[in-house]
């Protein structure tokens, strides 16, 4: 079955590092990935997605390539700032269905003064 | 405000009660979901509502009930839960169950088992 697997965490930053979260991934077909950010006492939120090959979806700074190749789709961000802890879940849809939406186990983040 | 709302945000039940959770989302949405998040597990869906179908989670036991009465309310009833139920409980909605619609969530219910 399909499934989506992330770096265990915690990772633990200083303010102003370069991040990689990674994340790999196993499906048939061509999934759409996206990355979903959870902050303290609030549900997730979507942060960025990427629905074919080679695509790259970015946002607040944040950034993941579609790479088919690897199945991979890493979360960057050149300059992390402490406002950015938070637990990153990386996630595929095989169809456009939601319903079939997977989940990774989530990464904690923490960024430090 | 994140135009998914719901309550309570913490309950504490005896293995006995029987309580309910509310979700009510202000997006024109025609999907909403309950997903359960235990620690350092993944995002488990458990089930699905819209105006296309409704989907359960087979794994999900009978204690769980949910019940949608509009497409802007659900509800999810608990009754003789386990110690093994607590977890964080998520409500999301989505504009349509296809075509990559992104989940909008709500913040949660904490939900502890006693």
Not at chain 1, 48 to 54: E, F, G, S, V
Not at chain 2, 14 to 21: C, D, E, F, I, Q
Not at chain 2, 44 to 58: A, C, D
Request: aromatic letters at 10%.
């Amino acid at each position: 079955g399909d499934s989506v697997t992330q770096m265990e965490g915690p990772v633990t930053l200083s303010e102003e590092a370069f991040l990689t979260i990674n994340c790999t991934y196993t499906a048939t077909g061509y999934p759409s990935l996206f990355w979903y950010v959870q902050y303290p006492g609030e549900g997730l939120q979507l942060l960025l997605k990427a629905t074919k090959a080679d695509d790259k979806g970015s946002n607040k700074g944040f950034e993941a390539t579609y790479r088919k190749e690897t199945t991979s789709f890493h979360l960057e961000k050149g300059s992390v700032q402490v406002s950015d802890s938070a637990v990153y879940f990386c996630a595929l849809d095989p169809s456009g269905s939601a319903r079939q939406l997977t989940f990774g186990s989530g990464t904690q983040l923490t960024v430090l003064p | 405000e994140t135009g998914v709302t719901q309550t309570p945000r913490h309950l504490v039940m005896g293995m006995t009660n029987k309580k309910s959770l509310k979700c009510e989302q202000h997006l024109g949405h025609n999907a909403m979901y309950w997903y359960k998040q235990s620690a350092k597990k993944p995002l488990e869906l458990m089930f699905v509502y819209s105006l296309e179908e409704r989907v359960e989670n087979n794994s999900v036991p009978s204690r769980f009930s949910p019940e949608c009465p509009n497409s802007s309310h659900l509800f999810l009833h608990l009754h003789t839960l386990q110690p093994e139920d607590s977890a964080l409980y998520l409500c999301a909605s989505s504009r349509t169950q296809r075509n990559n619609s992104p989940l909008h969530f709500g913040n949660g219910t904490r939900l502890t088992v006693t």
